[in-house]
Structure formats: C-alpha cells, structure tokens
C-alpha cells in the first residue's frame, strides 16, 4: 500500500504541488499532524494542485487535505470527478446551519437552585403518591381478598428474605463477635464483667440488629427490585401490563412491599440470634462467662419489649427500602447512565431513610424497654 | 487485492442438536451489494453475526479481505475489525452518549485525532445520512425510529469501511421512512464504493438495493445469482417468497416481472 505523500515541485509559471498515494483513514490517521505540517507548507503561497495521482480518497483524507486548504477549493485545482465529489460533500456539510448553543439566560444560577428544588420536590412529592398508592392497594386486596397476588409475594419473599439468610448470619454473627471482643476489653479494666450480657443484648436486640439487616437488604434486594422495575420500563413490560388490565401497583409494587415488611421482620430475629450467638461465643472466650450465665441473664437485662421494638424496626425498615426501590425504578428513563444512577440512588436514599427512621424510633420509644 | 470481500467455505453451525448450516459456502465480490433471504429461523442473523466475528461456527472458515477474522495477535484482529462496519438492528447506539459522541466513539478509540478533526468529521458523516449538526446534542431516547438507523449508519461509517454489514435494515421502519434509507444506503454505498451485505426480510428494500441475492435454505446457500436468476428457481421456498401475491406487487413496483407461474 503506498502511503499518502505530498510532492513540491517548483516549475516556471508556479508551483506544482502533487499529491498521491492512498489518502485514507487507514493511511492518513497515523502521520495526521506530520501530513497536516506538511500541507500547512505546501498550502503557504500559491500552486497548482495536482490531485490526479491520488490512488484512493475517502472522507477522512479529504478533511484533512480540506483543513490544509482552509476550507475552501484552491484557485487551481487538477482532480478525478470522483474524488471532487468527496471535497463537495465536505463543502456541503460545512454549510449547514451550525448548532447554536442556547444563549445563557442572566438568572442563570437562580434557575439551577430552582429547578433542583423543583426535582426535590417532585421526588417528594411522587414518593407520597407510590405511598398512598400503595394504601389504596392495601385497602383494594382487603375488600377483594381473591385479587391477593401471592404468587408474586411467595417468589419475593423467597428472593429477598430465604437467600438472604446466608449472608445475613455471616454479617450478624461476626458482629456479634467484634462488638463483645471490644465491650471485654473495657469491661476487664473495671471488672465489671457481667455487663457484657447487658450491653450484646440490649445493642444488638434493640438497635443494631434491624439496622444491619435493613442496610443489607437495601444493597442486596432494594438495588434489584430497582434495577428489574427499570429494565421493565425501558423494555416497554410496564406498559404492556397496563393494557393488558394489570395494575402495576398492585401486581409489581404491591407484592414487593408487602414480601419484605413480612420478610424483615424475620430476617431480624434470625440475624439477630445469630449475633447473640456470636457475642456470647466470644464473651466465653474473653471473660469466660459461660454460655448457661449468658441464657439466665439475658433475659433479664433485656426487657421483650426490646424485642418487638427490634422486630416492628425490621418491618417498618423494609417496607421503605421496598418503597424506596421502586419509587426509583419507576424513574428509569430508557438508556443504561439512567439505569445506573437511579440503582445507586435507589441503595443510598434506603440506607438514608433507614437511618431516619432509626433516629425517630429512638426518640419515639426513648421510654420503653430500657432497665431503670 | 483481488481477493472477495467475504469468502466462507463449508461452515457449519450447531445450536443443540439442531443444524442451523451444514457445508454452506459463499463469496462475495468487492462492490457488490447482497442480500441474504431465508424463513425465520433459517439462520441469516446467525451467518451475519458470524461474518462480523461475534458468534463462533462449529466448522468451516470465513475470511474477510482474504484474511481470517481471529488470529495474528490484538493489532490484526483490530485492524481488521475496522475495515467493516456493522449497523444492528435496533441501532445499537449507545444510550449515555448523545448523538456527536456516539459517532464520534470510534474516532476517539484510534487515539490520533485531535477534537477539532473529530467534529469537522462527524458533522460531515451528519451530513452525509442527512442530518443537521443540532441534531447531535440529542440523545438516542430522543430519536425517532429512523433517525436511530441513520446515526447508527454514521457511526458504521465513522471508520470509513470498505465492507458494510446491516441486519434488517428497514425493519421498524414506515414505507417512506424505508423507501428514503434505502436510497440512502444505496447512494453512499455507490459513492464510497462499499461493499454491502444485508440480511433482509422486506422485498422492496431486496429490489431496490442488492445486485444480487443469496437465498438461505436446507442449511446452505441454495441459490446466488441476480433477482431475475433467483425467481425462475423452482424451489418451494422461493415460489412462497417471491412469487407471493404480495410479493408481485412489490416487484412490479421496482421495475422486476416475475414469471407468471
């Protein structure tokens, strides 16, 4: 393949530059700048351009013989009526209307304020309608008891809450183990051994048992209901529900909702066992408090009500990471940068509303089941 | 150089226990402009993905320009890949780009352009699908069925290709909006001296672009030759193809007139 090369060639009369060789992207795109230097010299001063030479052309070396010409025709030009078309298409193209960025309105930074809070707003309020839709659901399925979709609670529920088990032991039982090593090391110094029951049993009961798996249950189910409601919009499936006479609320968000307000609560006092589990290994091998000591007293330092306050936790966590989820899979618009960001926007907001709703249950039942 | 565009030789395909193509081979001459027919099922996707080097046949050889598709280390396989271009059926844009940059992808993956070279370069492959330089700010959600195949003709040829492949190229598309790519094609396909094959189910488009035609039947090429050569075949398949009562009409239409049979 012969390669793209520009020949000056001084005569009487002028200039003669010629041009030959393959001008095309394969060619030119290596040596662009160097071809580029040499037809900014060759360019400089008249000439006459022999273009005849040239063994194959297409776009990509014809703009960059076009830029050498500044844009325009040379006044004396020898070429095949082939490769002039090329250069007329060029020149056509540099004719159309150029895009006009719109002009910078002077309220410019009011606006952006605005219109975020315009969106926050607009997610507010579209979260309080999934909320009232999902009311109104309930209140339908009550009144209509056959229209339950149970099969699509049963799959969710075996989705979200059996295959979480796993993970959810893991996690809680290793925190069991790291937050009593921890409490030992500082209840040895003041020989107050027994208190490690009181300070596993009413932190991990009460407090960090729902929230844990509420967190994990947001990255693990919250981001795949989000990520499958989005995939089904993009693909039109939302909208073929809908003619077809199915609801989406009740046949997509309903079941969702309800499988992990049911699903939570147990994955609780199962993460939750666990982790006692965890402490209570742990505290026999730092303080040597047996397992037997650890059984009679835990129920005494810690009052039930801790754990329903944990259960009824669990349940409200996970209807708002469902609701979460698939307020942010209904916002998916077609194309996967929107996919992606909602999915994360999806995990971050859940884990946020669960720290929310944490702090009002801690304020809300400051009272109740902690020994005077 | 004298070598076809595309040469397969006794390609064989298996999915299951199913042969999809058994001992099919087919040439194809720089310039020309084919197009691959067959039922539903028959496996023209199949030999089209095949052909462009995303699916692996089970037998048999494809050479494109003369030279294998795999082997000879990253750069060849890469060079070669950039001596055709591939316009899907749904497009295939990619969806977080806007238009520019989707036609613009390719040019920065060679990495020896400047950024004034690309948008002097994808505003004259804009304008070469006929579309105007505003319309690359949008973003392929916001196109319309026929303007998702002319960006994603441009970006096929933002590489300047000698071999352009389209898989059901009018699909989805109404008459007129058809009938208009079609030319289209047909007009940079002429003026850039590409090489065309398409997989097609819609007559009109076959008449009016390819200057010849392959008909995928009983696991092979069963027939390869000019629209006229092809419809005196008697064979069923053809018959139900091309001497339809609907199909009639589309070919009186494009000048064609079929034997009465």
């Known amino acids: 393949m012969s390669l793209a090369r520009i020949e000056l060639t001084e005569q009487q009369g002028g200039r003669l530059i010629r041009l030959a060789g393959r001008w095309t992207l394969a060619t030119t795109s290596l040596r662009a700048t160097e071809l580029a230097a040499e037809m900014d010299v060759a360019a400089n001063g008249d000439g006459t351009w022999d273009c005849t030479s040239i063994e194959a052309l297409d776009s990509a070396g014809a703009m960059l013989l076009w830029r050498g010409w500044g844009r325009t025709f040379p006044p004396v030009l020898l070429i095949r009526p082939e490769h002039r078309r090329v250069f007329e298409r060029i020149d056509h193209a540099d004719h159309e209307p150029r895009a006009k960025p719109p002009p910078l309105s002077p309220l410019h930074g009011v606006m952006v304020i605005g ?23 309930v209140v339908h399925v009550f009144r209509f008891p056959a229209e339950l979709p149970r099969r699509e609670i049963s799959a969710n529920l075996f989705k979200s809450g059996v295959r979480a088990m796993p993970v959810t032991a893991l996690v809680g039982f290793l925190i069991g183990v790291v937050l009593s090593y921890l409490s030992a090391l500082q209840l040895k110094q003041f020989g107050a051994d027994i208190f490690i029951v009181n300070i596993i049993g009413l932190g991990i009961v009460r407090e960090l048992g729902p929230v844990l798996v509420a967190i994990l249950v947001a990255g693990r189910s919250g981001s795949a209901m989000t990520a499958q409601l989005g995939v089904m919009r993009v693909t039109e499936e939302i909208d073929a529900l809908a003619t077809m006479g199915v609801p989406r609320g009740l046949r997509l968000i309903f079941p969702k909702v309800v499988a992990l307000t049911i699903a939570m609560p147990l994955l609780v006092l199962w993460a939750t066992s666990i982790a006692l589990i965890g402490g209570m290994v742990s505290a026999q091998m730092q ?25 009824a936790k669990g349940a409200v966590f996970g209807m708002f990471v469902a609701l979460v989820a698939c307020h942010f899979g209904l916002r998916v618009r077609p194309n996967t940068e929107s996919l992606s960001s909602n999915t994360t926007a999806s995990v971050v907001s859940a884990i946020t509303v669960v720290i929310i709703l944490d702090a009002i249950f801690a304020i809300a039942t400051r009272g109740i089941g902690l020994p005077n | 150089m004298n070598a076809p565009v595309i040469r397969i030789e006794d390609l064989a395909t298996r999915f299951g226990e199913v042969w999809i193509h058994n001992g099919l081979n087919l040439e194809v001459a720089r310039g020309e402009l084919v197009s691959l027919v067959g039922g539903s099922g028959s496996g023209k996707t199949t030999l089209l993905r095949q ?3 995303l699916l692996l046949p089970n037998r048999g050889s494809i050479e494109l320009f003369g030279e294998p598709l795999f082997g000879g280390g990253v750069a060849r396989e890469r060079a070669l890949r950039q001596r055709f271009g591939v316009l899907f059926q749904h497009g295939a844009l990619f969806s977080a780009f ?10 920065r993956e060679l990495k020896r352009y400047d950024d004034d070279a690309i948008h002097d370069l994808v505003m004259l492959k804009l304008s070469m699908v006929e579309l105007l330089p505003r319309h690359g700010n949008l973003m392929p959600s916001e196109l319309s069925g026929g303007m998702v195949k002319r960006v994603a003709l441009a970006r096929a040829l933002a590489l300047e290709p000698e ?3 389209l ?5 989805g598309l109404d008459p007129d909006r058809s009938d208009s790519f079609v030319r289209l094609i047909r007009m940079l396909s002429e003026e850039l001296g590409l090489t065309v094959m398409l997989v097609t189910h819609d007559l009109d488009t076959l008449a009016a672009l390819s200057t010849r035609v392959a008909v995928l039947a009983e696991q092979r090429i069963l027939a390869y030759g000019s629209t006229d050569e092809i ?10 193809f091309f001497l339809s009562e609907r199909s009639v009409r589309a070919l009186q239409h494009s000048g064609f007139a079929p034997l009465p049979h």
């Open chain 2, 98 to 107: 806007n238009v520019f940059d989707n036609i613009a992808f390719p040019l």
């Open chain 2, 231 to 240: 419809m005196r075949i008697d064979h069923p398949f053809i018959r139900n």
């Open chain 1, 115 to 137: 219109s975020a809070s315009i969106g926050v707003l607009r997610h507010l309020l579209d979260f309080v309608a999934l909320i009232g839709q999902f009311g109104l659901n």
């Open chain 2, 167 to 171: 898989d059901e190229p009018t699909a």
């Open chain 1, 287 to 311: 303080l040597d408090i047996s397992y037997g000591f650890f059984f009679q007293t835990l129920p005494r330092v810690v009052p039930a009500a801790n754990l329903w306050i944990g259960l």
């Open chain 2, 163 to 165: 071999l352009l492949l």
């Open chain 2, 51 to 53: 052909v462009i080097g």
